[in-house]
């Protein structure tokens, strides 16, 4: 499981890892074969790729893309002794241009006897695109067979070409089942239970969010403390650490929770809504970031649905600048509630597109000469406001004149739903159309002219 080794590491061809007696015990429990990968099934079973590659006993460039503690060094192991290629690995963090140099010249070395290698690069992603680059060659002519692992989106890291030469492989987060296997096979490997009660066992697996190794490391500090009696959750959580959540503000995981915090806002689910708004603050998220985006929803989703929607994120904003943390978080959780439990509507959103496409199709047009300002006399004499209907002196306040340019036909944006506080929008935009027509009739006004489409 452990994914921690000594850089430009070589195990010969067909050699399986051998187990180290005194290592951690993440590294003592390092499956010996495929079959024993947990948790990853889909991809070493005999339909999934891995499993396929093997049956074949070749095996192509591959990305494993996955969380911490998922088995990808594992993995890399043992599909090279698995189809016999000689086995080295190093990592992205602690290695340079010279490195890969010298590890190219010695696998072209070997493949002149007959001995493919299989280059391992942990945290691929670290490497920049001109080093990506410089696997290229290397790749297209069989010198190397490389198996890159990251955390992190190969469409964002990882260059199109290096992409283009290899298989992406997904591997799933550690489920429960999954991490109660790893502990079953830690008690049998020391030969005792771990000291803790059914509900403390469940808690420690659930401190592990997914990570496998994380969890052995867990496992492998209470078999070295080893207390007196069972603990039960209080306990455990007393002595051991939970595991900080995987969170990068700039990478996948920041776009991905954001992503589903604004779509269960849309999608009026308030409970959902705030376990993501939870997720990003308590992983350290900027508040001033989420405030931003739950504006954004509340100008997108709701508009004038409900109005107040944008006044409740303004205001926690100003009540997060008042108060601070934690204190104004509370501000937070209530606009993003108040959110997702409010009518939805993007009839805004829609009409603020449209109107912008038509500005840019349009922009030369004049107005009409009769709402023109005429602050000179030229300006007067030429017909500027000539005729202009000021509309609170018309009856019920609506003269129903034209503001579209002549040579522009009157257009409708802004569409409001039967929703929330559009329902009532929606009742006067009718009622001045209506009016607006009668009063055209009235003076024999062409569709045009009335402002119809």
Same mark, same amino acid.
């Given at each position: 499981?452990?994914? !921690?080794?000594?850089? @430009?590491?070589?195990? %010969?061809?067909?050699?399986?890892?051998?187990h180290p007696a005194d290592g951690?015990?993440?590294?003592?429990?390092?499956?010996?074969?495929?079959?024993?990968?947990?948790?990853?099934?889909?991809?070493?079973?005999?339909?999934?790729?891995?499993?396929?590659?093997?049956? +074949?006993?070749?095996? /192509?460039?591959?990305? !494993?893309?996955? %969380?911490?503690?998922?088995?990808?060094?594992?993995?890399?192991?043992?599909?090279?002794?698995?189809?016999?290629?000689?086995?080295?690995?190093?990592?992205?963090?602690? /290695?340079?241009?010279?490195?890969?140099?010298?590890?190219?010249?010695?696998?072209?070395?070997?493949?002149?006897?007959?001995?493919?290698?299989?280059?391992?690069?942990?945290?691929?992603?670290?490497?920049?695109?001109?080093?990506?680059?410089?696997? !290229?060659?290397?790749?297209?002519?069989?010198?190397?067979?490389? $198996?890159?692992?990251?955390?992190?989106?190969?469409?964002?890291?990882?260059?199109?070409?290096?992409? /283009?030469?290899?298989?992406?492989?997904?591997?799933?987060r550690l489920d429960h089942t999954?991490?109660?296997?790893?502990?079953?096979?830690?008690?049998?490997?020391?030969?005792?239970?771990?000291?803790?009660?059914?509900?403390?066992?469940?808690? !420690? $697996?659930?401190?592990?969010?997914?990570?496998?190794?994380?969890l052995l490391n867990q496992a492998?500090?209470?078999?070295?403390?080893?207390?007196?009696? *069972?603990?039960?959750?209080?306990?455990?959580?007393?002595?051991?650490?939970?595991?900080?959540?995987?969170?990068?503000?700039?990478?996948?995981?920041? =776009?991905?929770?954001?992503?589903?915090?604004?779509?269960?806002?849309?999608?009026?689910?308030?409970?959902?809504?705030?376990?993501?708004?939870?997720?990003?603050?308590?992983?350290?998220?900027?508040?001033?970031?989420?405030?931003?985006?739950?504006?954004?929803?509340?100008?997108?989703?709701?508009?004038?649905? *409900?109005?107040?929607?944008?006044?409740?994120?303004?205001?926690?904003?100003?009540?997060?600048?008042?108060?601070?943390?934690?204190?104004?978080?509370?501000?937070?959780?209530?606009?993003?509630?108040?959110?997702?439990?409010?009518?939805?509507? @993007?009839?805004?959103?829609?009409?603020?597109?449209?109107?912008?496409?038509?500005?840019?199709?349009?922009?030369?047009?004049?107005?009409?000469? @009769?709402?023109?300002?005429?602050?000179?006399?030229?300006?007067?004499?030429?017909?500027?406001? +000539?005729?202009?209907? =000021?509309?609170?002196?018309?009856?019920?306040?609506? /003269?129903?004149?034209? =503001?579209?340019? *002549?040579?522009?036909? %009157?257009?409708?944006?802004?569409?409001?739903?039967?929703?929330?506080?559009?329902?009532?929008?929606?009742?006067?935009?009718?009622?001045?159309?209506?009016?607006?027509?009668?009063?055209?009739?009235?003076?024999?006004?062409? *569709?045009?002219?009335?402002?119809?489409?």
């Amino acid at each position: 499981m452990a994914d !921690l080794f000594a850089s @430009n590491e070589a195990q %010969p061809a067909g050699v399986p890892y051998a187990h180290p007696a005194d290592g951690p015990l993440a590294d003592r429990l390092r499956p010996a074969g495929l079959g024993e990968i947990i948790g990853q099934e889909h991809l070493t079973g005999p339909d999934g790729a891995i499993g396929r590659m093997v049956a +074949a006993g070749k095996l /192509s460039s591959i990305i !494993l893309w996955g %969380p911490p503690g998922t088995g990808k060094t594992s993995i890399a192991r043992l599909l090279a002794a698995a189809v016999g290629l000689r086995f080295v690995a190093l990592s992205a963090v602690f /290695s340079g241009v010279a490195d890969l140099k010298k590890i190219f010249a010695e696998a072209r070395q070997f493949a002149r006897t007959g001995r493919k290698t299989l280059l391992f690069v942990d945290e691929i992603h670290r490497f920049n695109r001109t080093q990506q680059d410089g696997f !290229l060659p290397f790749v297209e002519d069989g010198t190397i067979t490389l $198996v890159g692992a990251t955390t992190e989106n190969p469409s964002f890291e990882l260059n199109a070409a290096l992409l /283009s030469r290899c298989q992406v492989l997904i591997l799933q987060r550690l489920d429960h089942t999954a991490l109660c296997k790893l502990l079953d096979r830690a008690e049998v490997l020391v030969g005792r239970a771990l000291p803790l009660t059914a509900q403390a066992r469940d808690a !420690l $697996v659930a401190s592990a969010d997914g990570d496998g190794r994380f969890l052995l490391n867990q496992a492998e500090t209470l078999i070295d403390i080893a207390p007196d009696a *069972d603990l039960d959750p209080t306990a455990l959580a007393a002595l051991l650490q939970r595991r900080v959540a995987v969170y990068d503000k700039d990478r996948e995981g920041h =776009y991905n929770l954001i992503s589903a915090l604004h779509k269960s806002i849309r999608g009026s689910d308030p409970q959902a809504a705030l376990y993501y708004l939870a997720r990003m603050l308590t992983a350290g998220e900027e508040p001033l970031f989420l405030l931003r985006r739950l504006v954004r929803a509340a100008v997108e989703d709701i508009g004038l649905a *409900d109005p107040q929607a944008l006044v409740q994120c303004i205001a926690a904003k100003d009540s997060y600048d008042f108060l601070g943390s934690p204190e104004g978080e509370l501000g937070i959780a209530q606009a993003c509630l108040y959110l997702a439990t409010a009518p939805k509507s @993007n009839a805004v959103y829609v009409a603020q597109k449209e109107a912008w496409r038509s500005a840019r199709e349009t922009g030369s047009l004049m107005p009409p000469m @009769n709402i023109l300002g005429a602050p000179t006399k030229l300006m007067k004499d030429i017909g500027y406001g +000539a005729g202009y209907a =000021y509309d609170h002196d018309a009856e019920d306040g609506f /003269s129903g004149a034209n =503001y579209w340019p *002549d040579d522009m036909t %009157p257009r409708a944006f802004y569409r409001p739903t039967d929703r929330g506080f559009e329902k009532r929008l929606a009742e006067r935009l009718a009622w001045w159309d209506e009016r607006r027509r009668n009063k055209g009739e009235a003076r024999g006004l062409s *569709d045009h002219e009335q402002g119809g489409e």
